[in-house]
């Protein structure tokens, strides 16, 4: 974090009059490290198993016709004594991706203070803290020895799974990945050698025949992907994590034992996953039990896991409150005196 006197310290730090603005660029010019992504993420799933925090459902609206969504979450980090407010609005749903309107942003309030903290732009929050917890996850449900990992897609959940994986899993030897768009497959490459330079990325095309070979497959692609892993495809200890699509139902029905990050979510958002009477599995454990070591993940090193990985607000609170800290610290963003 940078160091700033106390002039500058009293010219950034909030009050009840005014709120902060970090816009896109302001949060993409603060440094911050995987291994602290992920310490912040996990500890926001632990406050949460301890029951100092509230993660409440999400509200949706969406039009009959379709064409946008919109989400409104509220949350509070006991831990860090922040509430705030995530809000998610896409439109133009029937149109190709370069055509669409996505904004979603984050207002933070001190709740010891009672002070607001930050208005963000919460895109880098959600691409960082996706395969954050997507990395955690692998870490505690893996199978002991595991060496080999296969991203599907090459969005911008997929461009950062190798990086965080390897920051949880580092004796992680072979690094595979299925995609169909070279843009991307470039930059899942470029993001691997700029955290690890020394890792080579192998670019593999007969997903069927290099899924058997893999310990971890991370499902990241978007809807359009022309992959659909079938549980008969992986090694029998195999741990196939959903964040996107790319894995087949039978993924989830076959598996010996089913993980989510919230139950209640993958209820919600994860009906593609159905079997043919519409009926999803009923879930063993959830992750911020697992990491509070509540519940137990794998169970036996044989096992086939299905892991579902769905965002919790309390996530983006504790990232969005991290970013912002910094961001304070180094007098970025906007005052906005919008309660005078």
């Given at each position: 974090m940078t160091r700033i006197d106390n002039q500058e310290e009293a010219a950034v730090m909030p009050d009840d009059r005014t709120?902060?603005?970090?816009?896109?660029?302001?949060?993409a010019g603060i440094d911050i490290t995987l291994p602290d992504v992920v310490s912040v993420v996990e500890q926001a799933y632990r406050t949460l198993a301890d029951g100092r925090s509230d993660n409440p459902r999400k509200l949706t609206v969406k039009p009959e016709d379709g064409h946008s969504v919109a989400y409104a979450m509220l949350g509070r980090d006991g831990e860090r004594g922040v509430v705030a407010i995530k809000t998610s609005y896409k439109h133009g749903l029937h149109e190709d991706r370069d055509k669409q309107h996505y904004y979603t942003t984050l207002t933070l309030y001190d709740d010891e203070t009672g002070v607001p903290v930050a208005m963000l732009d919460c895109g880098r929050?959600?691409?960082?803290?996706?395969p954050a917890v997507s990395a955690l996850?692998?870490?505690?449900?893996?199978?002991?020895?595991?060496?080999?990992?296969l991203v599907i897609g090459t969005?911008?959940?997929?461009?950062?799974?190798?990086?965080f994986l390897l920051t949880t899993l580092p004796d992680l030897e072979r690094l595979m990945l299925f995609g169909t768009h070279p843009d991307g497959i470039r930059a899942v490459r470029e993001q691997l050698h700029a955290y690890f330079p020394e890792r080579e990325l192998e670019v593999v095309t007969d997903l069927r025949a290099v899924t058997g070979d893999a310990d971890i497959v991370l499902a990241t692609a978007g809807p359009g992907t022309p992959a659909s892993?079938?549980?008969?495809w992986l090694k029998p200890s195999?741990?196939?994590?959903?964040?996107?699509?790319?894995?087949?139902?039978?993924t989830l029905h076959t598996a010996d034992r089913v993980v989510a990050t919230s139950e209640a979510q993958m209820r919600v958002?994860?009906?593609?996953?159905?079997?043919?009477?519409?009926q999803l599995r009923d879930v063993h454990a959830e992750l911020p039990q697992v990491l509070a070591g509540r519940a137990a993940g794998r169970t036996e090193?044989?096992?086939r896991i299905f892991a579902y990985n769905s965002g919790l607000v309390v996530t983006d609170i504790a990232l969005g409150h991290r970013f912002a800290q910094l961001a304070l610290a180094q007098g970025l963003g906007t005052a906005v005196p919008l309660w005078t």
């Open positions: 709120l902060r603005i970090l816009s896109t660029s302001d949060v929050i959600g691409a960082l803290r996706t996850l692998a870490r505690e449900l893996a199978a002991p020895g595991s060496r080999s990992a969005g911008t959940q997929g461009r950062l799974a190798l990086p892993v079938e549980a008969e195999a741990l196939s994590v959903l964040i996107g699509y790319g894995i087949a139902p039978s958002t994860g009906t593609d996953m159905a079997d043919a009477d519409g090193p044989g096992q």
